[in-house]
């Protein structure tokens, strides 16, 4: 038994999904890094959306245009408030984290020159590697990497000896996909402000569980995505501080993002639109706000006290499996947790836990050098939410050692 504030059995009964069954069996539903599951009311509010208000926004003098404007732009707001940031128009509305960085990315081409040095963390996501590696190609930028020991931990000392004049951007995770790991972004931010260089905090695993205060962290760039915070796919958000959105050339050029177009030259909108083009993704919009509404109406930290006991819980219960090993172990972690049991492949014990009704992810979670890393093709990796029960970390350890069994 947990002591909480958060009444889960209730909590529960928000996702219809929980109460489905899989193979046959009550699922249990631990891919929460991957996405997480959407609540009904938040499910509400998008059929709401298409059943009363669907129109195009910011361009119609109709009614219905006028209230998806109002509902999209107080979503923003929305956000806004919880990220903490300075202005609504510091929150640019994107697909999601991966659409978000290669907003930053494309925007740094025109920045970057030949020798110019992007430092990146080891423990990153191919969505917060791969942009970069582009930029560099386009830039003759050299990318350089902070390492990792063990644990799991980003080696600080490492980051201050690679930071230097020629380190124009840093980019890291707040939370890493794979591991769990928080990291130290504050601290992280301040030494690459120090050095004068950007900052972009990949947040997609960071905002479902931590609070997030944009102005006191001063991260120059933040991203996150929706489907990881109880909101729908296709929706996400770049925050960027006002002088470095109105420094970066837009990403896509088309409708909305545009102040005056002649076949001579095009001015561009002022913030946020001028990182909008095109009809967005209006009713995801909405929802996200909703989703942060929902989160917020329990409190994200005790969320992320509740979480943390599931992990410690489950921690300890697995790593008692005999030949099990657990990858990232950082004294500050989200409740993820990656494993593997010696002998055995990662995508066996997975199909098993999922004829079991058991949903957990296997493989090498988009964060290939971490496994390179561990010398491992993949892990299995469990994510809890907070509708999460220790009763469902109990069928998790039966089904982990059923599996052990018979494939051993
Ligand atoms: C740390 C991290 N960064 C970026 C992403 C990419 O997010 P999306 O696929 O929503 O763009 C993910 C998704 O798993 C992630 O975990």
Not at 22 to 36: F, K, Q, R
Not at 256 to 261: D, G, R
Not at 350 to 377: E, F, W
Request: aromatic share 8%.
């Amino acid at each position: 038994m947990i002591e909480t504030k958060l009444n889960i059995e209730t909590i529960r009964k928000d996702f219809p999904i929980l109460s489905r069954k899989v193979n046959g069996y009550p699922l249990v539903y631990l891919d929460n890094a991957a996405t997480s599951q959407t609540p009904k009311q938040v499910i509400d509010v998008i059929v709401d959306y298409y059943s009363r208000y669907n129109a195009n926004i910011h361009r119609g003098i109709h009614s219905l245009s006028q209230e998806a404007t109002d509902a999209f732009e107080n979503s923003r707001s929305t956000i806004q408030k919880h990220l903490n940031a300075k202005y609504p128009h510091e929150v640019i509305f994107t697909s999601g984290t991966t659409h978000s960085i290669n907003i930053v990315a494309n925007g740094f081409s025109s920045i970057l020159k030949k020798g110019d040095e992007i430092l990146v963390s080891a423990m990153e996501h191919h969505s917060n590697i791969v942009p970069w590696q582009m930029l560099c190609e386009r830039t003759g930028a050299i990318l350089k990497v902070i390492p990792m020991n063990h644990q799991g931990e980003l080696l600080l000392s490492s980051f201050e000896v690679l930071l230097s004049s020629r380190t124009k951007l840093v980019v890291c995770n707040h939370v890493s996909n794979a591991l769990g790991t928080i990291n130290p972004i504050k601290q992280i931010i301040d030494l690459s402000h120090q050095f004068g260089a950007a900052i972009l905090i990949d947040g997609a695993q960071a905002a479902p569980h931590l609070t997030v205060d944009i102005q006191e962290l001063e991260a120059d760039f933040y991203t996150l995505s929706g489907h990881k915070i109880c909101g729908p796919t296709g929706i996400g958000v770049l925050y960027g501080k006002e002088a470095w959105l109105n420094k970066l050339p837009p990403y896509q050029g088309g409708g909305e993002m545009i102040s005056e177009v002649t076949f001579e030259k095009t001015t561009y909108a002022d913030l946020p639109h001028k990182f909008e083009a095109g009809t967005p993704n209006i009713a995801g919009g909405i929802a996200l706000g909703a989703a942060i509404d929902y989160i917020n109406g329990f409190g994200l930290h005790y969320i992320a006290a509740y979480e943390h006991e599931l992990l410690s819980y489950a921690t300890k219960k697995l790593s008692a499996i005999e030949g099990l090993e657990i990858y990232g172990q950082a004294s500050e972690k989200t409740s993820v947790i990656s494993f593997n049991i010696k002998g055995i492949h990662p995508y066996d014990i997975g199909s098993i836990l999922d004829k079991l009704g058991i949903a957990v992810r296997t493989g090498h979670h988009c964060a290939q050098p971490i496994m390179d890393y561990y010398n491992i093709s993949g892990t299995i990796r469990a994510s809890f939410c907070f509708y999460n029960t220790l009763d469902e970390v109990d069928r998790l350890v039966e089904g982990v050692l059923k599996a052990k069994s018979m494939l051993s």
